[in-house]
């Protein structure tokens, strides 16, 4: 099982950049899917962005599309989220999880970080 910490959250002005972290530990995390999920106060979790093991299949929610880039670097165990021209609606927590396959649900992604919390101010 891989271990999961989020990092880079906070407070940004509408308009501002974040980068955010998905830290992992485990010899297999290259062979991991890690997918970025979200979930605002009173919400449901929603699906952000996804990187395939290799990193060469990626997926975007229409929502955060042209602005969000995911990316991973396998030799530091590390997936990224970054988020440019953030909005108000982007408030959320974040979390990143690990799975076998890359999917845009929550179901296969059985490693999952405690997340990270994200405000944008108007």
């Known amino acids: 099982q891989v271990q999961l910490v989020e990092s880079g959250g906070g407070l940004v002005q509408a308009g501002g950049s974040l980068r955010l972290s998905c830290a992992a530990s485990g010899r297999t995390f290259s062979s991991h899917a890690v997918g970025w999920f979200r979930q605002a106060p009173g919400k449901e979790r929603k699906f952000v962005a996804a990187i395939s093991s290799s990193g060469g299949r990626i997926y975007y929610a229409d929502s955060v599309k042209g602005r969000f880039t995911i990316s991973r670097d396998n030799a530091k165990n590390t997936v990224y989220l970054q988020m440019n021209s953030l909005k108000p609606e982007d408030t959320a927590v974040y979390c990143c999880?690990?799975?076998?396959?890359?999917?845009?649900?929550?179901?296969?992604?059985?490693?999952w970080g405690q997340g990270t919390q994200v405000t944008v101010s108007s």
């Open positions: 999880a690990a799975g076998p396959v890359i999917t845009t649900t929550p179901l296969l992604y059985d490693s």
